[in-house]
């Protein structure tokens, strides 16, 4: 019963631009395997190109937020979503960067009840905002997050991600976007 | 960070009446582990030995839903909503009644997009609308039921599974019940 | 027009299992009638004895809430969850409990317009919010409760009850289950 | 704990313009009480004339739908609202209309398990769609209504009612309108 | 493509009792053109009579509201209830009362984000409560209405406008009414 | 009453990397104005970067679907997720791509109701079940897709520019980014 990577055609390697081939191929060689999302997004090379460098402006910058936290509200925002490439994808991940097996499969089911930080709550409390109703934050929510020492830039980047993964989440399930094996076990130690 | 087992008191073993002792040192014997639900259950005596009767009865039986698949509906509904526990801790019974270290995160993050047969896809689509819709439940979905050969008697338990979890999902987030550490791991082969 | 008990079958009283025919027979003698309900669930006499030994633990035992408190918590949680059944027949055994013939309407049609004390409405609230979004109950929910005098384990028992007919709710809409015509008149004075 | 009639004040008869006076002094004539819609209306002539044209117009109407039809719609519908007032003066209102004493409480909780025949169930689905999606309706909606017979000015009718009613519904919450005492035990038989 | 004004018959003007024909002659007049919810209610003359009664009773009394304040009402509403011919029809008319050729199209898609006053934003929160969730209005909305100098008159002026445009975009969506060509330029300047 | 552009800071033109820059002042000559979307993300350039390289990639492609429609399913989408800047510009835009001046503003209240063909109108309503419930995505979405002439490559393009405007609604409703007056009146003929 198993589903293919996604409804859509996927092209051979081969076929691919060199950048795209070549970045692919460089995430093989990092991760092992390459995570089908690449493969999915390949057949759109523009988009393809354009996604790759949001989600590295978003994800890979530095800033007040861990890298770790930045998985949170992928894994939060992803989960109310029901996106499965991203909640077990961004899962694996985040248990990587936060060196905890529990907290992806406890923010995916609900975040509200994780080990997390009083300032993580209300960094998810906001990404899921943004996801489910943007048209009411008010500056109440900047408020909210000012009092937990997370700033305006801060702010930007909770919603940007949340806003960015909420695209990703669209098209994946749009696509049946289908979630690596290897992913399921990643980091549980 | 890590959150107590509930945020109810949980009695002493020692306090407890013996029955309910004695099924939770049978229940420890056999897994290794006290699930939490247990321990935090075992403060209402009345109120955890029905519990423990009506989960049997749903989910001991004998019937045409392999347990593999009552499980499916239990890991499917408590996603729903948004219950920790019972998504953590059932994921890992169906991954183990299952063989297969894949299907419970699937099922937890869009059970249409799971590794399922169309008998287990129309199962769950009944077992959904009874946990977020059962007043529109009509023959229709009877209907459908029937086509994939799921009888009245199927449909009822379906139901029952869905209902009885819809109970154990609301007072697991009510109590805050956390799953135990070994149930993230368990299953995944 | 008038529909049948239950869409699913209903076993003859003589071919029940002699706790069960019992427990209905007495039932019978004490209400003058046999309430839909037993009738219904007795085709599986394993979850008839834990719902009923649930139900018993939840509505019978001691505790600060009253009786007639116990059931505005049933009436509001089965009115949003549209269950005709539990909506008729603990209406009737609301109106008879509170002694008032106007209560039960009041609430089933909107508890926040009811004839109500200040703390049964923060027990309303907090039972429609078990009810409905159980995943968002927080220790500000049981600090509204503390603030009326309602305890920790006041608290229980409210989620409890909202969650048992939750169950209970679901499996009446999906059997159909009909109320008795004796419930409709019963304690309107 | 008994609410007053509405949390806007009420006129006295004596200073009410002649005409809404008189109409006040026939009902009260006719009903034996005053609805205490009429009283709470008052205090504004010109919207309460223009309501109760507005309400005959389309209540006291020759048509295909029966006055109990047209009754059940005003429930339905109120029930969805949660409009106290309206479901509870309606209901006795339809109980005399119907000479049925069950199927206003039917109705109001969960009119897809109500007495009703397939051309009533169009006819309050319709009345429900419109009610809660207006902007969904379709030219599928009224070949529905067509089916069971009902023509292009029934669906008039019908959304009509639902859509008038609507607004009284949120009027009634507004001013927290209570319903008189009477209404709760007329047309039980 | 374009549609009718209607999706039921248009009468004649000359078969139209005299008083509305003379009603829509003289709106004729003084617009320069029949805004089409004239001609596609005169097929009910008691209905177009008790509409444009209750109509005026609201929109054109005296008032602490300014006309421009309760046209933003009947925009953000209807835009709520996605109401094609109101949004479009009263966004002219907000644009002519306001003297603001941009008011309407900000209130139409997030009057939180429009260049409207602290006072005329809590106006907009009450007139969308009203026409959503009426059954939760409470004390706590009529005392933010009074912090910004909104009294229970206005109160009740702003929860009879949403309400009673709630019923008019019911009815517009019932019956496709499509909004004159003339509408879409008024106001711009 | 006039907002700001964005709550956030812009920074000067002439501090920004020469690229964005030169975008911007190009934009300019050939817009007239500035569309503030521009100077609002400016203070981001990777982000910048990244969403124009998007943008671009689904708007000005080659395509079966015309640049008109590619603005209806920016309006329509940007008007369920009540996102004021991308109604307002977009519809603009719509309105000289379509050269229709009544389209946009039609599309924004219900687009059901629109001057539109069959085949937009499925366009529409995969382009909103994406934007609302992407989760439920099936095959029978395509295959309505496919009935009126509907590429997979146009569903995909459906999709994400569904998708990546429902970003882009979320990243302007936080940072509250308001219209240029200027769109307001274009295409309007």
Known sequence: MSQPISRFDIPKLADLPDDIRQLIETVQEKSGFIPNVFLALSRRPAEFRAFMAYHD???DKEGNLSKAEREMI???????????????AHGAILRIRAKDPLIADQIAANYRKADITPRQRVMLDFAMKVSQQAYQVSEADFAELGAVGLSEDDAWDIAAIASFFGMSNRMANVMSLRAN????SLGRG
């Open 57 to 59: 402006a978003l994800m």
């Open 74 to 88: 992928v894994v939060a925002t992803s989960a109310a979503n029901q996106c499965q490439y991203c909640v077990i």
């Open 181 to 184: 094996d290897e992913f399921y």
